[in-house]
């Protein structure tokens, strides 16, 4: 049995038929051809499907497609409407990616954290994007580009 | 060293914002439309067993089922340096997890159910799970056919036994020098297997359209390795070099794991039988552990004769490597290493056995630092133990036996220019060596750590790279290579290097991913060999372009040739000072002459390389003879750790890695490097290990039982230390470094718990629990001694 979702995607309504099992991964890349989310493990292990529903973070990848009807979802499109974000211009600089298969999702994480905490300590960073897994960089680079945002 | 404006530069990455915007397309960003296929593949539940008969039946009727296949369809031997494998289990299975039949549907739901309809019929045969069994006189043999397989001329195996190859170095005479030594230290130390967890898991889709071409797109290091065993594998179809192309889009990460074919040729031999439609083979994170190449483990037994004076003067260093069912990439892990398992140490007298071993789990193969993290292990753990007992400081002791330029090397070539004494005594600076340091916590220990690594691209003497160069109206440039973007950076370093020839900043210039038919060859992605080899390429074909100009400017101008130089994207003459003129004023569209004519027409660079000098053939009982190695980069790390004397758990308060690359193209990426990859290699120690049941099925096939390390698990701090002593035949010096930074790692912790606590590890993972258990079995010998 299909059922009609509403929600916001990226600032826009969307309207679609999903089925009662579907993921919000599979449906926001597959159906709603929003891309940067990737599927890591599909398991909620990796941080690669997050996005940010009613403005925290989550991992598609556990979330039912239905979950979402009449809520806010927003991905790594979403934050980047004037451009690239300052965050953005500071992962650049700091060379923050390698393959970047992580970066949608280690960005979001980042953005999350500040906006609650616009200066936080280096621990607080390493808490904030914990779960999401990187392979390539050692983390460094990443936490070297937060850090310079914020000081 | 000449000034250079490009190369040098930490210039940003020329892809970064299309990898932090989402921009970046990964094999599973692309859409194939509405009649896109999916296969789910039935695999072995047995390590090891005869497969009777497969009943395809009752998933063939499952709704939504377009086809089943099984071997019978395509019954061809491949690999990429030994045929040991085909594409799914004909009559037997080697491993658990491999394939053996797919079932291709319209949905991924419905080839995953009619997947599990398939019936297989087995018979169990004997399994043989580690090397100890399979070296045994009455071992079951896991590959009857061994002595008809086609391999490189280069490999060794011995028929009627589980050795696929035996690489033998003989150097000197070790027998009499270890009767004249002083000393002689021997012992054994064992390496588990390891995956690579790329973030990205591996993807292919097929597609044999209806003028009989194959398509293949795949998230891969290797696509003309690929496109290439596809075409001799499919062979039999009917395909050739010319209807197969690869298309790779951005990686998600490789380190060795997307090198060669592995799960790759499933999607293109599928493709083969559902003419006309794409059909997608997409692993699962499972799938990514137990069937894609693993890192082979290893039991070395390591013997060394040193004298009192520190100089060592024989080592005999037998490796039995456990390389699982098939090795047709893998037994040239166990080769090179076999080469170079001395240590970048000069050592007169050695004596090496690598040997490849066959067992029951899945295939082992190229993995970041192929086979050196393995064999440095043991090699770096027992050089501290033989310092420790002739009492010489363990840098002191390093000091004296490193290799230096013009040493013989084992092959009996010698060995290049290099700055491991430099790194040596950088690093030991650095973390302050010498100087033991006290925990605040009474507690807690504080160890210190060093080793030394080397490592040279494993490649046929012939590995080749190739690029084209072709300019824009704008003076804009496109690059064209097959060398991968694997998160290294080889796209930026490329740009770099044209950018130094031509005067183009490296912002005006594209390069992309690989696409067979577009993108000239490359042998692949793997050895730390591409900013050397395919930087070689881009510079000659920036060259190529550069001197097309100069030609061109003589030509129509008349200007001298010998005076002409590019600056600023302008040609410019030492004769003449008035002279520029702007590169996007002809480069296209050529340079008008008086009568109204043109001269001159879009300039297109064309660029190869391959090392002439490099040849494998060499004497099989000593190795002597060739030159199989094109360079070895050097380098030494130290760390410092903070151990807790009850749990054995440690914090890394500071790692530093020093590292000569020849010369530094991009010292922000470099850096990249070293952090990530130390990070990589400290996992390997603290974390990481595949484990199996005692049927050869793997355990910790996910990231909740596999924990690869998260942002909490960093060292506090890290040092990157560039040294740069030129490589003579590199592009402005340069030589690779990317898989070198994760290899010093597991002995420096080892050597850093020792130091810390005097207990020592002989096997990885050194993980808290077996720190812990040894400090409970030392203080039972100390308190029977005592009593
Ligand atoms: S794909 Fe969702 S956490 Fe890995
Ligand atoms: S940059 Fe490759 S996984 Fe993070």
Not at chain 1, 83 to 93: A, I, N
Not at chain 2, 132 to 148: I, M, V, Y
Not at chain 2, 477 to 489: A, C, H, R, Y
């Amino acid at each position: 049995m299909k059922k009609e979702i509403n929600f916001i995607l990226n600032g826009e309504k969307v309207n679609l038929e999903v089925a009662p099992g579907e993921i919000l991964l599979e449906v926001l890349r597959d159906k709603l051809g929003v891309k940067s989310p990737k599927c890591g493990c599909n398991k909620g292990d990796c941080g690669t499907c997050t996005v940010m529903l009613n403005g925290k973070t989550v991992r598609s990848c556990l979330v039912l497609a239905i979950e979402v009807n009449d809520q806010e979802v927003v991905t790594l499109e979403g934050i980047m409407h004037s451009g690239l974000t300052p965050l953005q211009e500071s992962f650049l600089k700091h060379n923050s990616f390698q393959c970047g298969f992580c970066a949608p999702g280690m960005i979001l994480s980042a953005t999350e954290l500040l906006g609650k905490n616009p200066k936080p300590e280096k621990r607080e960073i390493q808490e904030a994007i914990a779960g999401n897994l990187c392979r390539c960089t050692g983390y460094s680079p990443v936490i070297d580009a937060i850090i310079d945002l914020t000081n | 060293m000449e000034e250079s404006k490009y190369v040098g530069k930490s210039t940003v990455r020329i892809d970064g914002k299309a990898k932090i915007s989402g921009a970046a397309k990964f094999i599973e960003d692309i859409d194939f439309g509405a009649d896109l296929l999916y296969a789910e593949v039935v695999e072995s539940k047995f390590a090891h067993a005869i497969i009777n008969s497969i009943d395809t039946s009752e998933a063939e009727k499952f709704p939504g089922v377009v086809k089943v296949v099984t071997g019978k369809e395509f019954p061809y031997r491949f690999g990429l340096y030994m045929h040991d494998r085909y594409i799914f289990a004909q009559d037997r299975v080697r491993f658990v997890g491999e394939q053996i039949a797919a079932v291709i549907a319209r949905t991924p739901a419905a080839a995953r159910k009619a997947a599990k309809l398939v019936k297989v019929d087995y018979t169990e045969l004997p399994n043989v799970l580690n090397v100890e069994d399979a070296l045994k006189k009455d071992t079951f043999l896991l590959h009857p056919e061994l002595g008809n397989y086609q391999h490189v001329p280069w490999f060794f195996p011995k028929p009627d036994t589980n050795i696929s190859h035996l690489r033998k170095v003989r150097k000197g005479d070790a027998e009499k020098a270890f009767k004249e030594a002083d000393f002689v230290f021997e012992d054994t130390y064992t390496v588990p297997r390891y995956a690579h967890c790329a973030i990205e898991v591996h993807g292919t889709i097929g597609l044999f359209d209806n003028s009989e071409r194959l398509t293949v797109w795949t998230a891969s290091q290797s696509p003309y390795t690929q496109r290439h065993l596809f075409a001799e594998a499919l062979s039999p179809l009917g395909l050739t070099h010319k209807d197969v192309r690869v298309i790779t889009p951005f990686v998600g990460g490789g380190f060795g794991g997307k090198a060669g074919v592995s799960m790759e040729i499933i999607g293109a031999a599928l493709a083969t039988t559902v003419k006309g439609r794409p059909v997608k083979v997409l692993w699962s994170r499972a799938q990514e552990f137990y069937n894609t190449y693993q890192r082979q483990g290893l039991t070395c037994r390591i013997k060394v004769g040193v004298n009192k004076d520190g100089k060592i003067i024989a080592m005999d260093n037998t490796l039995y490597w456990d390389a699982g069912a098939y090795v047709e990439y893998g037994a040239n892990v166990v080769n090179a290493a076999g080469l170079s398992a001395s240590g970048p140490y000069n050592i007169p007298n050695v004596k090496i056995d690598s040997y490849c071993v066959y067992t029951n789990l899945p295939p082992g193969g190229p993995y970041r630092g192929f086979g050196y993290s393995e064999f440095l292990f043991g090699l770096e753990s027992h050089m501290n133990e033989i310092a420790k007992n002739i009492n010489i400081d363990p840098v002191q002791f390093r000091r004296i036996n490193a290799i230096r330029e013009g040493d013989i090397l084992n092959y009996g070539g010698k060995m290049n220019p290099n700055g491991l004494i430099e790194a040596i005594d950088k690093v030991a600076e650095a973390i302050d060596w010498g100087k033991k340091e006290y925990s605040d916590d009474p507690n807690k220990a504080i160890g210190k750590g060093i080793a030394l690594f080397w490592k040279a691209p494993a490649m046929p003497p012939n590995a080749s790279s190739s690029a084209f160069l072709k300019f824009n109206e704008d003076a804009s440039l496109n690059i064209m290579i097959s060398g991968m973007e694997i998160g290294q950076g080889l796209l930026t370093v490329m740009a770099q290097i044209a950018a130094e020839v031509l005067s183009v900043p490296p912002e005006k210039i594209r390069v992309e991913t690989p696409d067979t038919d577009r993108n000239p060859y490359e042998w692949q992605t793997v050895a730390s060999h591409v900013t050397w080899g395919c930087g070689r390429a881009v510079e000659r074909a920036a060259i190529d372009a550069r001197e097309q100009i100069f030609d061109l400017i003589e030509r129509a101008l008349g200007k001298e040739r010998s005076s002409l130089y590019l600056q600023d994207e302008c040609v410019k003459s030492k004769k003449d000072i008035e002279f520029s003129l702007p590169l996007k004023d002809f480069i296209i569209n050529g340079i008008m002459k008086e009568d109204g004519t043109y001269r001159g027409g879009p300039i297109i660079g064309r660029g190869m390389f391959m090392p002439e000098f490099s040849s494998a053939l060499s004497d099989p009982e000593t190795s002597q003879g060739g030159k199989p190695n094109v360079h070895y980069t050097v380098g030494a790390s130290a760390i410092k750790i903070e151990i807790d004397r009850q749990t054995g758990k440690m914090t890394i308060p500071k790692a530093v890695l020093a590292i000569d690359v020849g010369r530094a193209l991009n010292p922000n990426l470099i850096k990249g490097q070293i952090t990530g990859g130390l990070l990589q290699g400290i996992a390997t120690v603290l974390y990481e290990d595949m484990r199996y049941s005692d049927k050869g099925k793997l355990l910790n096939a996910s990231f909740s039982d596999y924990k690869i390390p998260t942002a909490m698990d960093i060292p506090a701090e890290v040092v990157s230390i560039i040294i740069e002593t030129p490589q003579p035949d590199g592009p402005s010096g340069a030589r690779g470094m990317g898989e070198h930074t994760m290899i010093p790692a597991a002995p420096m912790i080892a050597n850093a718990v020792e130091d810390a606590l005097g207990i020592r590890i002989k096997s990885m993972p050194v993980t808290a629990e077996k720190i812990a258990l040894s400090m409970i079995n030392e203080n039972i010998k100390a308190d029977i001694i005592n009593s």
